[in-house]
């Protein structure tokens, strides 16, 4: 079956810019979650969803960066007003259940935003 | 603040050695740590561990938590060149708000040498 998907896998944008990415979540998964990955560093948890809920938005770096989950389904996490610190690689995963409940967290391939 | 913090940040190795990669950490109401494999972009599962003492083990890879002293190492024994990737340590957990979240480490990356 498909895995996790995510488009654009490449953007380049415009400081000041808005940018929208996407995640298509393994059909069936009740939990998707947000994910940042900057040059050299770790993986920084940005927001999960159990359905179309984000029990908590604190993880999001700044007020700038909203995400929304529509159907149960699909992800978009959307960058207000871009600035060259959000240039990451965003990757989106997704589970069966939701945490505490532990299932694999079955990743898509990342989109690498670029803000010039 | 929460940490994870894992070491070392990088390991070049030959073949057939073993490595361990260890990961510490501080949080608050701690769930679950959980190991993952990065080779491109998308990290890929490979143990998680709730209970101190209990080795998980996979083929050539075992795991274990000591929760007393907060760390976890992985272990990989007979290391090939596939097993060259970015390991990545997170940690599960509870917020006052009633939700969850994952911490990660910055990952130890290991380069095996045939």
């Known amino acids: 079956g498909a895995g996790v998907s995510q488009s654009p896998s490449n953007k380049v944008t415009e400081k000041g810019k808005d940018v929208e990415l996407r995640c298509d979540p393994i059909s069936g998964h009740t939990a998707l979650y947000w994910y940042r990955q900057s040059l050299g560093q770790g993986l920084e948890f940005l927001i999960y969803f159990q359905g179309n809920s984000a029990p908590d938005k604190s993880g999001l770096p700044s007020d700038r960066f909203s995400a929304e989950r529509t159907g149960g389904s699909v992800s978009t996490l959307t960058i207000q007003r871009t600035q060259q610190e959000d240039s990451a690689v965003y990757l989106c995963?997704?589970?069966?259940?939701?945490?505490?409940?532990?299932?694999?967290?079955?990743f898509g391939p990342g989109t690498r935003l670029t803000v010039l | 603040e929460d940490k994870v913090v894992q070491s070392p940040l990088s390991l070049v190795v030959h073949e057939g050695d073993t490595v361990t990669l260890n990961c510490s950490y501080e949080v608050t109401n701690f769930r679950s740590l959980l190991w993952y494999k990065q080779e491109k972009k998308a990290p890929t599962f490979l143990f998680m561990l709730?209970?101190?003492?209990i080795e998980k083990k996979s083929g050539r890879l075992s795991s274990i938590l000591d929760k007393k002293e907060l760390f976890s190492i992985l272990n990989i024994t007979a290391t090939q060149t596939g097993d060259s990737a970015v390991y990545l340590c997170?940690?599960?957990?509870?917020?006052?708000?009633?939700?969850?979240?994952?911490?990660f480490g910055t990952g130890t990356r290991l380069k095996v040498l045939a």
């Open positions: 997170a940690v599960l957990c509870f917020l006052s708000s009633g939700t969850y979240k994952y911490i």
């Open positions: 709730t209970s101190s003492g």
């Open positions: 995963a997704s589970s069966l259940v939701p945490p505490p409940q532990w299932d694999t967290q079955y």
